[in-house]
């Protein structure tokens, strides 16, 4: 049963432009939130977390929301640049560090 | 930087074969994990090494995966026999600590084919 879910598998954003990833999941034991960046052959990179106790955390270009109500996450990206183009994973985890990872969002962020 | 090693990073092996991964984390990280990616999935976490010792093997298919970290370091993950359905990526990750707000750095992975 997939508790973290990212229903959009592709998005393409024009350069400059604001990408917004989302995230949904259904365990309301989740109290801690991150986003990884994966690129071709290589591992996945952390980028951004956030904890249950805030609805907003923002490093540089990326803010992750976070919206306990629904249940739902998302990584808005401002400006996008076409160096962000890779595949974005969600992660959350309910009290330990065993994260359960969503399935991935590729962007392309087009010149 | 420091890197998290892996090798090889490709394997093709026919079923019922038996396959060795390896992994070398970041000098003086503790905390070891060892994760499985089918293609179109999130990865899932198979093993996580506490120095060396195993904290939680749960997801690990333990009539045929194996896993070890003998020193507390490199670690090593086995599959004996391989079956089709194991043809994925296999990615190690480590962190300081096992603090959730730990990052988990990740190695390039490893990606198996089994024929």
């Known amino acids: 049963d997939q508790q973290v879910k990212q229903n959009s598998p592709s998005l393409s954003v024009q350069e400059g432009r604001i990408s917004i990833l989302n995230c949904d999941y259904t365990n309301s034991m989740f109290d801690y939130f991150l986003w990884y960046k994966k690129y071709p052959a290589e591992g996945p990179t952390f980028l951004i977390s956030?904890?249950?106790?805030?609805d907003k955390n923002e490093d540089g270009r990326f803010t992750v929301f976070l919206n306990k109500s629904a249940k739902h996450l998302s990584l808005h990206i401002v400006p996008s640049q076409p160096g962000d183009s890779a595949v974005y994973f969600c992660a959350a985890s309910a009290g330990s560090n065993q994260f359960y990872f969503g399935t991935g969002t590729s962007l392309t962020v087009i010149p | 930087e420091a890197e998290v090693a892996q090798s090889p990073r490709y394997k093709i092996t026919e079923k019922s074969q038996a396959v060795a991964f390896w992994c070398d984390p970041i000098s003086g990280h503790a905390t070891l994990y060892w994760y499985r990616q089918i293609l179109g999935q999130g990865p899932e976490l198979l093993v996580q090494?506490?120095?060396?010792?195993?904290?939680?093997d749960s997801q690990l298919p333990k009539d045929r995966f194996s896993a070890e970290r003998l020193k507390g370091v490199d670690s090593t993950l086995k599959i004996q026999p391989a079956e089709l359905g194991d043809s994925a990526m296999y990615l190690c990750a480590s962190s300081r600590g096992q603090l959730k707000q730990e990052t988990q750095y990740f190695g390039p992975g490893t990606r198996l084919l089994v024929l």
């Open positions: 956030i904890s249950s106790i805030k």
């Open positions: 090494f506490q120095d060396e010792s195993v904290v939680d």
